[in-house]
DNA sequence: CGTTTGTTTTACCGATTGGTAAAATCAAAC
DNA sequence: GTTTGATTTTACCAATCGGTAAAACAAACG
C-alpha cells in the first residue's frame, strides 16, 4: 500500500483541491506545458505547501491520470452482452457523450497524455483498456454474426464512438465558436442517436 | 510585407527544417510544453542559430499553424454544392481521412493548439474557419431540405467527420495499441464509409 | 587579395523551472 | 497549558527556460 489514506481533514481536503487545480492546468497545457506555480495558485496554496501533499508535479499527474481510467472505462464496462443490441450500443454512446459533458476536463487530460505518446498511461492501456476493448469488440461481432446488428467493424465503432462523444470535450472551444452559443451536446445527442441507428438497423 | 521571401538556398532550407523539427516537437508537447532546446537538436542546429532565422519561439509556432489551416480547409473547401451530394460528402470523410494519415502531425499541432484554448489561432477560427462552414452547412441542409440526403443537422455531420478522422491522427497511440499491429486507416475507410453511406441514404 | 554580406558559434543573461531545508505556526491531545 | 505532531511559510538551490551580444567563420565578389 504505497498511498496511505489520508488521517485528518485538512490533508484530505487539501489533497482535493490540489487535484482539482492540477486537473484544471494539466487538462489545459498537458503535462510538459503544466508548472507547479500555476497548480498552487489555481489551489490557493503555496508551492511547497503542494509538495508537502504529493511528493512531486508528476505524482499529481499520475494519480489524476489513474483515477480517471477507470470512471473513462466504465460505461463501456456496463454494455451487456444480454441486452438489447442496438439499444446496448446506443445507451454506450450516451453514456460517453454525458461524461463528455459533466467532465469535461478530465477528457482533456486524456487526450493530452494520448497526444503526447501516453507516456504515464501506456501500461494501462496495454493491460487494462485493450483486454476490454477485445472483450467488447467480440460482443459486437457476436451481435453481428447472429444477424442482430448489420455487419461492421466493432473495432471502428467503439473508436467512433470514443472519437466524436470526446470531440465535445476536447475541441469545445472549436466546436462552440462554430455554433456561436448553441448548447452543443443537446444537438449531438440526437446526432448521434441518427447516425448509430441507422449504421446499426439499415 | 511582414514575411520577405527568404533570399539565400541555405535560408530556404534551414527555415524549412526549424519548421519542420518544429512540427514534431510542438504536435508532441504543444507551445507551452516544447522547448527552443528541443526544437534546436531536432533541426541540428544551435539554439541561436534557430533564433537567426525566427525572432521567436512564438515565430515558429505561428508560422506553423497559419500555413496549417489553410491546408486543413481545403478538403471542405472542395465540396462541391453541384455535385452529387451522398459522393460530395462521401469524398470529403475520404480526403479528410487521408489528410490524417498523410499528416498526423499537423493534426496533432491543431489538437493541441484547440485543447489549449486556441490562443493563437482563435482569430482565423472565426474569420476563417466559422464563415465557410457556415455556408457549406448551408449547402447541406438545401441537400436535405430537396429530399437528396436524410434530414440530418449539418454542423454536427461536419463535427462527426472531423472527429472520427482526426481520431486516428491525434489519438494515434491508443487506436495502434487496440488494433495491435494492424493498420487502422484501411479498416477506417471502409468503415466510415459504411457509416455516412447509410446515415445519408438510410 | 580585401571587403562585404551571410552564417554559425561561444559566452552569457535574467527569469522561471521543480524541488528542498528549516524555521515558524497551528491544532489537538494530554 | 503545555507538549506533540501536523501544517505552512520563508528562504533558498541548481537546472533549465527563452533570448541576446558579439566575435568567429564562410562565401561571394570586386
Chains 1, 2 share one sequence.
Not at 466493432?154 to 465535445?168: E, G, K
Amino acid at each position: 500500500m504505497p498511498k496511505p489514506t489520508p488521517r485528518t481533514r485538512i490533508q484530505e481536503r487539501n489533497r482535493s483541491v490540489i487535484l482539482n487545480a492540477g486537473l484544471d492546468v494539466f487538462s489545459q497545457f498537458g503535462f510538459r506545458g503544466s508548472t507547479l506555480d500555476q497548480i498552487a495558485e489555481s489551489a490557493g496554496l503555496s508551492k511547497p505547501n503542494l509538495l508537502y501533499y504529493f511528493p512531486s508535479k508528476e505524482a499529481i499527474h499520475v494519480e489524476l491520470l489513474e483515477s480517471l481510467l477507470e470512471t473513462w472505462l466504465d460505461p463501456l464496462h456496463a454494455m451487456d452482452p444480454d441486452g438489447d443490441p442496438v439499444e446496448e450500443i446506443l445507451a454506450y454512446v450516451h453514456r460517453k457523450l454525458e461524461m463528455a459533458r459533466e467532465f469535461p476536463r478530465e477528457s482533456r487530460l486524456f487526450a493530452n497524455e494520448i497526444l503526447q505518446g501516453a507516456p504515464r498511461i501506456m501500461p494501462d492501456l496495454t493491460e487494462g483498456l485493450k483486454p476490454l476493448v477485445d472483450e467488447k469488440a467480440a460482443v459486437i461481432r457476436d451481435w453481428s454474426k447472429s444477424g442482430k446488428i448489420k455487419d461492421i467493424d466493432p473495432y471502428h465503432l467503439i473508436f467512433s464512438i470514443w472519437a466524436m462523444t470526446q470531440h465535445y470535450a476536447d475541441f469545445e472551444v472549436q466546436v462552440s465558436t462554430v455554433l456561436d452559443g448553441a448548447d452543443p451536446f443537446e444537438g449531438a445527442s440526437k446526432y448521434l442517436d441518427t447516425l448509430f441507428r441507422s449504421l446499426l438497423t439499415a
